[in-house]
């Protein structure tokens, strides 16, 4: 509900601050909701702990998700622009396999002496894991995305 509500916001805000600024941002702000959510423990009340963790990603991915579709054809042929928003929609669909099954692996790894501990800091692990990923996207369209698209005015 959260992502509906913040995508529908998305072309006013592009027309004001431009598409690099914004998905920068928007990253930037599902980091922030996913490293929140990281802290998850066996002890984490639901309404701080992930509640409102939950809302700030539902917002970051809402408003992030049509600027990042549209910077990965940014540039092709209008006779390609199927085929580049094909690919883009297949390295989505890829590399979320991929990173689900990094993850799950690397939160595999967690083991403590209860079983419902060794679910909270495995949930902890994989979050934390999807928290330093998304750090690495923000660097990635600051580096990429913001400077390409700067070049080109």
Excluded: C
């Amino acid at each position: 509900m959260v992502n509906f509500v913040f995508a529908v916001r998305v072309p006013r805000l592009l027309e004001r601050f431009g598409r690099p600024r914004v998905l920068a941002a928007r990253v930037a702000l599902t980091t922030v909701g996913m490293a929140w959510l990281s802290r998850l423990d066996l002890h984490t009340p639901y309404l701080t702990g992930v509640a409102l963790p939950m809302v700030i990603i539902g917002a970051g991915q809402g408003l992030a998700l049509a600027p990042m579709t549209s910077s990965g054809v940014d540039g092709v042929a209008p006779e390609d622009a199927g085929a580049g928003s094909g690919l883009v929609n297949t390295v989505h669909q890829i590399g979320s396999a991929l990173t689900l099954s990094i993850l799950t692996a690397v939160a595999a790894t967690v083991s403590t002496a209860h079983a419902a501990a060794d679910i909270a800091a495995r949930s902890g692990t994989a979050l934390t894991g999807s928290a330093v990923l998304l750090a690495l996207a923000v660097v990635a369209v600051l580096t990429l995305i913001v400077p390409a698209r700067a070049s080109r005015k």
